[in-house]
């Protein structure tokens, strides 16, 4: 009797552990939809994320396309992010020519035909990538023709959330999606809203005190993702890479005496990219590599840190 109890228990031992097991792995790889209350907005990056949750609160999922550390110029969703965006319930596109939206917008009628797509830029002005100021022009149309990657130089600039004046518009266009699908929880949106577009003008105040005396103020970065900011407080950026193409020598030298000439001595660079090619105009300087963010969550506390980094790089 005592052993036919002990082999039981045995048996049921075993079937916890298996099963404990399978919890895990589903739940690992399980869609946020299948096990979250609440209604499923999906976004491009990071920040769009904060600025639905600024609004929405807990009445929203979010499910981000580029995970943090991911470049949105060329990363491709998982399955697992296919399955989750096609039981969302809106779709907030940056709107502004980044490639993973290029690539997934065709897509998404065959995903999730009921989802509603708001674009986030609707209401901006889209600015024109920098074009190469250094070498010789033919030499450099030459490489691009050779180079069947590579897109068209002199594109518009997707990097809309670096401004908080665009961010503004971004919220707006975002709030106007969450009450068309949610019209019930409209007034909460409302009131998240307006408290949160309080936050961004507190955020512009300090960063325009921060960055007082700076008008026209030139800085160095690797990948050209801050125009937008540049644009909104009068200062000047100056891009070691184009459109996703590395320097030519030519172009490394002309950003070194342009460097030396205004005597800047920072070149910033994006989080968790490569930093060769920067680190070797630094060191050509006498300067340092900073890394800044454009792609962070914590969207304004972020943005008060990367002015004040850039109020230390401008020349």
Request: charge should be negative.
């Amino acid at each position: 009797m005592k052993k036919s109890m002990m082999v039981q228990m045995m048996l049921f031992s075993i079937f916890i552990i298996l099963t404990a097991g399978c919890v895990d792995e589903q739940s690992s790889s399980d869609v946020i939809s299948d096990t979250a209350d609440g209604m499923i907005v999906a976004v491009s990056v990071l920040p769009q994320a904060e600025f639905v949750e600024k609004i929405a609160g807990d009445h929203v999922k979010v499910v981000v396309m580029v995970p943090p550390g991911a470049d949105p110029h060329s990363y491709e969703p998982t399955p697992g992010q296919l399955r989750d965006l096609s039981k969302a319930k809106m779709y907030a596109m940056v709107g502004s020519g980044i490639t993973i939206e290029d690539n997934l917008m065709g897509k998404i009628a065959d995903l999730n035909p009921d989802m509603m797509i708001i674009d986030c830029s609707k209401g901006i002005t889209l600015r024109e990538m920098e074009a190469h100021a250094y070498g010789d022009e033919d030499e450099h149309d030459a490489e691009i023709e050779s180079d069947g990657d590579h897109e068209e130089e002199g594109g518009l600039d997707p990097h809309i959330w670096t401004s908080p004046g665009n961010v503004k518009i971004m919220v707006d266009n975002i709030y106007e999606g969450l009450v068309e699908i949610d019209p019930e929880n409209g007034s909460i949106y409302l009131e998240n809203k307006n408290a949160y577009l309080a936050e961004l003008d507190e955020l512009d105040e300090q960063i325009r005190t921060t960055l007082s005396g700076k008008e026209g103020s030139s800085f160095i970065v690797y990948h050209p993702a801050w125009g937008y900011f540049a644009d909104y407080y009068g200062l000047v950026e100056v891009p070691v890479e184009i459109e996703g193409k590395e320097p030519s020598v030519k172009d490394m030298q002309g950003v070194i005496d342009e460097a030396n000439e205004k005597n800047i001595k920072v070149i910033f660079v994006q989080t968790g990219f490569s930093t060769v090619s920067a680190s070797a105009i630094a060191n050509e300087i006498g300067g340092e590599v900073v890394e800044v963010d454009p792609l962070a969550k914590d969207y304004i506390d972020n943005l008060a840190k990367v002015a004040e980094a850039f109020e230390k790089g401008l020349a």
